[in-house]
Nanobody
Framework: QVQLVESGGGLVQPGGSLTLSCAAS????????MGWYRQTPGKERELVAK??????????KYANSVKGRFTISRDNVKNTLSLQMNTLKPEDTAVYYC??????????????WGQGTQVTVSS
């Protein structure tokens, strides 16, 4: 079983910064590509940043909408995933989730998701 707990969201003004954190349980964390997703009401969840396992280089990839502003990192000792978000824009407002890429599932194929953390960018 996998548990994912996101934190660090909040209200920030446009141009501001936030750092999100994800605590993950389970042995799969260290060997899986991990990602940050976000979702706004009425829209599908989108993957905004991902990072491969450190054992294969820890390379990162970003959605065009956040490239150059967000930085994803991971700590395999602590089983944590972080997302440094700079120069935030109102369109970054969403609930942010961490998960594997692809998302972790149970034996029946149901995806595991945490509660997410709300990020609101507004003046």
């Amino acid at each position: 079983q996998v548990q994912l707990v996101e934190s660090g969201g909040g209200l920030v003004q446009p141009g501001g910064s936030l750092t999100l954190s994800c605590a993950a349980s389970g042995r799969m964390f260290s060997i899986n590509t991990m990602g940050w997703y976000r979702q706004t009401p009425g829209k599908e969840r989108e993957l905004v940043a991902k990072i491969t396992s450190i054992t294969i280089g820890g390379s990162t990839k970003y959605a065009n909408s956040v490239k150059g502003r967000f930085t994803i990192s991971r700590d395999n000792v602590k089983n944590t995933l972080s997302l440094q978000m700079n120069t935030l824009k109102p369109e970054d407002t969403a609930v942010y989730y961490c998960n594997g890429d692809p998302p972790f599932t149970d034996y029946s194929g149901r995806e595991y998701w945490g509660q997410g953390t709300q990020v609101t960018v507004s003046s």
